[in-house]
């Protein structure tokens, strides 16, 4: 990692004790609690940091607050702003109805119904809820230009001393509710404030704990950033990752990661989307594709955690229950247990029972079909979904239908064609 030559500023544990007094006015810790399943899995001793069990699901209501109690009476009575994807803009809305404070919240037009639900139900009549653009990115621009122009105090996401600190104060409850040292955290990164907060802190105070970064492969703004010295602007984003999804990394936020994280790891969102259903499977937790991206993590260090003491922080639960036959998708997609292929029928009856039985195993499933009968031609092309019980029957599978002579192009090996066919 290339270190940036003076970090401007960092927390120190006293600024992190502080904000936890803060806090304690409306909240006590959130547990850590052991996973036996993950335990088993990785020979270690694997706890979960519940931040899913915050008053607004995840961990984002602890900067938001501490830094809405460092205001002036003169400053918040001008009114708040924030921008963000959804869990951020619970923490400040909820955070307005509790101080009294007026809030305008911009959120991209793609935050999860469910979590724009959850800022209206908190903010109550305190927040005016405005929706912009695709990105948190393009939301966060239009909410400083609200900022600039009426004078109310901008509420940052994650690229703020006082948030940073708030969010500290996860890595403090961590050490204080660990019953033995810890070996490695694992924290999820969007805009890095909890990155930046809770290894300010361990790194402090427990210098010997290793704090892995995780980002989405699809969104690592501060992977980028630390490989380049500085933050940069993603050219592309895949904006499934919500909770995680920023396009360019905080300047404070990147200066500290850069210092403090041991390792940054990024995971494909298919990952993400199983181990989202093992946690609900295994472990009776929803967790929102933010929150599951440390645990999704573990593999990659798999080798290295036997024997270990090792916490993975659930970030949010914030999730939309419309996604869930998305998440499913995505899962098997990266699993390898569904294909889709363009697929060219002979314009004949029978043809599609001809290739279910000349084709299909014995546990494999047609779960996608579209075809159209074109007039004059010999053949037509089909879209066809096929699941499978396991990935190596998907060898077996192509296997049969070029034995059947079957013409067909696989959709799974181009991305382009995917997006536009299925």
């Known amino acids: 990692m290339q270190t940036p030559e003076k970090t401007p500023w960092r927390p120190q544990p006293k600024d992190i004790v502080r904000a936890k007094e803060v806090l304690n006015e409306i909240f006590t810790d959130t547990p850590l609690l052991p996973t036996l399943n993950l335990s088993e899995r990785y020979g270690a ?23 809405m109690r460092s205001l002036s009476p003169d400053e918040l009575a001008k009114g708040v702003v924030c921008a963000s994807a959804g869990n951020h803009a619970q923490g400040v809305a909820w955070s307005c109805a509790r101080l009294g404070i007026r809030g305008t919240i911009y959120m991209p037009a793609t935050t999860p119904k469910q979590k724009q639900g959850q ?9 005016d809820p405005v929706l912009v653009g695709d990105t948190f990115d393009e939301a966060a621009a239009a909410a400083s230009e609200f900022s600039r122009r009426t004078g109310g105090m901008f509420i940052h996401a994650f690229d703020d001393p006082r948030v940073i600190e708030g ?18 955290v694992f924290v999820p990164i969007g805009g890095g404030g909890l990155a930046a907060g809770l290894g ?7 210098p010997e704990t290793k704090i892995i970064g995780v980002e989405p492969a699809g969104a690592a703004s501060m992977k980028a950033a630390i490989e380049r010295g500085a933050p940069v602007e993603l050219d592309t984003m895949d904006k499934f990752v919500d909770g995680a999804a920023v396009r360019k990394a905080g300047t ?4 500290i990661c850069a210092e403090v994280l041991d390792d940054i790891v990024t995971v494909p969102e298919g990952k993400i989307c199983t181990t989202i259903l093992e946690l609900y499977n295994l472990n009776a937790i929803v967790a929102e594709p933010a929150g599951a991206l440390s645990i999704a993590a573990l593999d990659s260090y798999a080798d290295r955690l036997k024997g270990k003491n090792v916490v993975c922080i659930v970030s949010g639960n914030n999730n939309d229950i419309t996604r869930t036959e998305e998440i499913r998708e995505r899962s098997l997609l990266y699993e390898g247990l569904k294909h889709y292929f363009v697929v060219r029928f002979p314009q004949r009856s029978g043809a599609l029972r001809d290739f279910a039985r000349d084709v299909l195993g014995p546990t494999d499933d047609i779960t ?10 010999e053949q037509g092309p089909a879209i066809v979904g096929i699941e499978v019980a396991a990935r190596e029957d998907f060898e077996g599978l192509v296997r049969r239908m070029e034995l059947a002579g079957i013409t067909y192009s696989h959709l799974n090996d181009d991305p382009d064609l995917f997006d536009l066919l299925v």
């Open 200 to 206: 300010s802190y361990l790194k402090a105070m427990s």
């Open 119 to 127: 800022v209206k139900f908190f903010g109550r009549d305190y927040i």
């Open 167 to 184: 969010q500290g104060t996860v890595g403090l409850e961590i050490l204080a509710q660990s019953p033995a040292p810890v070996d490695y």
């Open 45 to 67: 001793t694997v706890l979960l940091k519940r931040e899913d069990l915050q008053t607004v699901r995840s961990y984002k209501i602890r900067g938001a607050y501490n830094k």
């Open 252 to 255: 404070l936020t990147h200066a």
């Open 368 to 377: 996608h079909f579209a075809y159209s009968k074109r007039t004059h031609r």
